[in-house]
């Protein structure tokens, strides 16, 4: 590749510097208009990515950014979904995120590796791309640069920098790897860009010319945030794919007279108890992780319902999530992002007290998001529940506690007339109850949309509590007694 002359440098280092300047000056206007910024830098190994991004911080406010290296962490020690790390680290509206290599490192090299199957690779990347669309819908500025070298430009710089001792330590066995592999991790690091970049276009950077490179990187930054605050905040319409679904009935058809004699009750919970806290061993050891979703009317039942499923685990390998109203810096990012932040680890049970379907309920009815942010999220939430079984191998089971508007109102009544209950009850819960027609038909539509074979929804009658107990815990029993055969007929 053509070196740069001197004249160039003078030049460049010109350009670099009123770049530099105008950034600095946009990230005032990030801030006023709410727009966030994610870089991803991948490239070669010894290529520059670390001192690009050292050159393009150089000159902005450090209160309004970011730089994060995810650790790539072997496929037999991780815990959680690969794209976990990158959903956990987007940044707030205002401010801008540099990823010192990312995803695309990551499914790379474990596919080269072997570490990954052919159709996990695809379903990796198929969940880029379902990332990334859910980034840039949801007004992210997202950016992807490949900084480029040819492996003789690559052999001098190991070369140089294993000759020193102060930075022998900066090439490390797999970068070795990747040199003597150059041409399959070319090959590699082609067809990725080329399945990944429809959505959001890579940008390939010459790294032999580290000056034109990072005045080509400030260039697209500073024109990127220029259009973004010209044009305002992108709104995704909604993205529609067909997802396997499981027919549900309206709320209204549900017949909710089952109820369990109090014998029946005893008996049933604590078989069922005892079988679920056998069954917590063997997905701890086995490595499987469960997420229980709860929804439901207010006063339905879902904390004893709740309680009753806890009851029997180890309090080491569980958490319960009670989910209130998005705080501040919730509101800040992508709706998705405060759960991918409280995922449990694998071989442990979560237990959402409330779950992001908030978004298609409360904030969809309340006002709390646009019309198009709602209707997208249908699609993106059955994405992200994809990408935590399939790809995860998680347990997702999903229940909406039901009850008729009579029995909620003799809750109400109780709990308003019962002192040490009383906290229980709050001018919200009776405004959500006029509402009942609107959430009524929100939850149709809901369960409707969303109850895919890989995440079903159990409407769980609870007009009788021990009923409803019971029924959860059958449920959440069978599915984890299937789990565990799945996992020992493939091998694992």
Not at 73 to 102: S, T, W
Not at 186 to 195: G, L, P, Q, S, T
Not at 295 to 316: F, Q, S, T, V, Y
Not at 383 to 392: A, I, N, S
Request: net charge neutral; glycine share 6%; with cysteine.
């Amino acid at each position: 590749m053509e070196k740069e002359n001197k004249e160039n440098k003078t030049a460049l280092s010109a350009e670099i510097r009123a770049l530099r300047d105008k950034l600095l000056g946009q990230q005032q206007l990030l801030r006023a208009k709410g727009l966030p910024v994610i870089v991803l830098v991948e490239g070669w190994s010894a290529a520059g990515k670390g001192s690009l991004i050292n050159e393009l911080i150089s000159g902005i406010d450090p209160r309004f950014y970011n730089v994060v290296s995810p650790q790539i962490v072997p496929e037999a020690q991780a815990r959680y979904p690969f794209l976990h790390p990158y959903a956990c680290a987007i940044p707030e509206n205002g401010k801008i995120m540099f990823f010192d290599a990312g995803w695309m490192e990551d499914v790379v090299r474990k596919r080269l590796r072997r570490d990954i199957t052919g159709e996990q690779y695809k379903t990796r990347v198929r969940s880029v791309n379902e990332f990334e669309r859910q980034l840039r819908d949801g007004g992210y500025l997202l950016l992807k640069i490949f900084l480029d070298i040819d492996r003789k430009e690559q052999h001098e710089r190991m070369r140089a920098l294993r000759e020193n001792y102060e930075t022998e330590w900066r090439v490390t066995e797999d970068d070795l790897w990747q040199h003597r592999e150059y041409k399959a991790f070319r090959e590699a690091y082609d067809e990725f860009m080329e399945k990944t970049g429809e959505t959001i276009p890579w940008i390939r950077l010459d790294g032999s010319k580290r000056k034109a490179a990072v005045r080509d990187a400030l260039r697209l930054i500073t024109d990127s945030i220029d259009r973004g605050v010209e044009q305002g905040r992108y709104v995704g319409e909604p993205f529609k794919e067909k997802f396997p679904l499981i027919p549900m009935p309206k709320l209204a058809d549900v017949d909710l007279s089952p109820a369990l004699e109090d014998e029946e009750y005893r008996r049933e919970l604590k078989k069922l108890q005892k079988r679920l806290k056998q069954l917590h061993n063997v997905i701890y050891r086995k490595r499987i992780p469960v997420i229980l979703c709860y929804e439901g009317w207010d006063a339905a039942g879902k904390g004893g319902n709740i309680r009753r499923i806890a009851r029997p685990l180890d309090p080491r390998g569980f958490d319960v999530i009670p989910i209130a109203s998005p705080l501040p810096h919730e509101l800040a990012r992508q709706f998705l992002w405060r759960f991918w932040t409280r995922l449990p680890r694998s071989g442990h049970v979560c237990i959402f007290d409330r779950t992001w379907y908030g978004r298609v309920m409360v904030e969809r009815l309340e006002g709390y998001c646009a019309e198009a942010d709602w209707k997208r999220a249908y699609n993106e939430i059955n994405e992200f529940e994809r990408q935590l079984t399939d790809d995860w191998g998680a347990v997702v089971l999903k229940f909406w506690i039901h009850i008729d508007q009579d029995t909620q109102l003799a809750r109400f009544t109780d709990r308003q007339n019962t002192p040490e209950k009383q906290w229980k009850l709050t001018e919200e819960d009776w405004r959500n109850r006029e509402k009942w027609p609107l959430y009524e038909a929100a939850v149709d539509e809901m369960l409707e949309k969303t109850s895919t074979e890989n995440a079903p929804w159990y409407i769980i009658e609870s007009n009788d509590k021990k009923y409803a107990r019971i029924k959860t815990l059958r449920i959440v029993v069978e599915a984890l007694e299937r789990a565990c055969e799945e996992h020992i007929t493939r091998g694992l």
